[in-house]
């Protein structure tokens, strides 16, 4: 069964790029064509979509986020990950990555990893 | 704010059957499959209906999802205590071209 696990800084300066993995295990990222996901969750809200990246490296980003979204995938690795640019106050939150199956589902979800956006 | 509108709160004594429902738009529930997750405290979210209705192996028939129009529900037979968790729901969002999320019901069991 593929687990996901997320890894980061856990602090970040406003104004810095936050970079974010997540590593798979139990699983060639490769194999299966499939979709990862960035999904975040702010303190007492809601999950929010972050963006997906295929294992061909195709990519579709929340355009609220897109002009300061980067993602990308390490085959060699089984990782994929994520940039986030110019981070405010409003960054912080808690970030898990997904994958997407073929029914759709988002599947094998990790615990998540804090990132608190702070000066 | 979220894309998909949920009930905050939810609860229920064990033995009933409690609903959560889930609205969006044409563009969103609409068009497209919903999808609700489960959050057991200190857990990771876990898909629990897929394909508006389906469910995957594992998940008790006491959990069941439907949808109509732009609306979509998760209802739970049997109330157990171990019910007790978030539940969110999803839909692919056409005009985002992204997925969207309902802000989260948090279940609780009397």
């Known amino acids: 069964q593929v687990h996901l696990q997320e890894s980061g800084p856990g602090l970040v300066k406003p104004s810095q790029t936050v970079s974010l993995t997540c590593t798979v295990s139990?699983?060639?990222?490769?194999?299966?064509?499939?979709?990862w996901n960035w999904i975040r969750q702010p303190a007492g809200k809601g999950l929010e979509w972050i963006g997906r990246?295929?294992?061909?490296?195709?990519?579709n980003y929340n355009p609220s986020l897109k002009s300061r979204l980067t993602m990308s995938v390490d085959t060699s690795k089984n990782q994929f990950s994520l940039k986030l640019s110019s981070v405010t106050a409003a960054d912080t939150a808690v970030y898990y990555c997904?994958?997407?199956?073929?029914?759709?589902?988002?599947?094998?979800w990790g615990l998540g990893t804090m990132v608190a956006v702070s000066s | 704010q979220s894309v998909l509108t949920q009930p905050p709160s939810a609860s229920g004594t064990p033995g009933q059957r409690v609903t959560i429902s889930c609205s969006g738009s044409?563009?969103?529930?609409?068009?497209?499959?919903v999808y609700w997750y489960q959050r057991l405290p200190g857990t990771a979210p876990e898909v629990l209906i897929y394909?508006?209705?389906q469910r995957p192996s594992g998940v008790p028939d006491r959990f069941s999802g439907s949808k109509s129009g732009t609306s979509a529900s998760l209802a739970i037979s049997g109330l157990r205590s171990e019910d007790e968790a978030d539940y969110y729901c999803?839909?692919?969002?056409?005009?985002?071209?992204?997925?969207?999320f309902g802000g989260g019901t948090k279940l609780t069991v009397l």
């Open positions: 999803a839909a692919w969002d056409d005009s985002l071209s992204g997925w969207v």
């Open positions: 044409s563009s969103d529930i609409g068009s497209n499959y």
């Open positions: 394909r508006n209705n």
């Open positions: 997904a994958r997407e199956v073929y029914s759709g589902s988002l599947v094998g």
């Open positions: 139990g699983g060639s990222i490769s194999s299966g064509g499939y979709y």
């Open positions: 990246i295929h294992t061909s490296g195709s990519t």
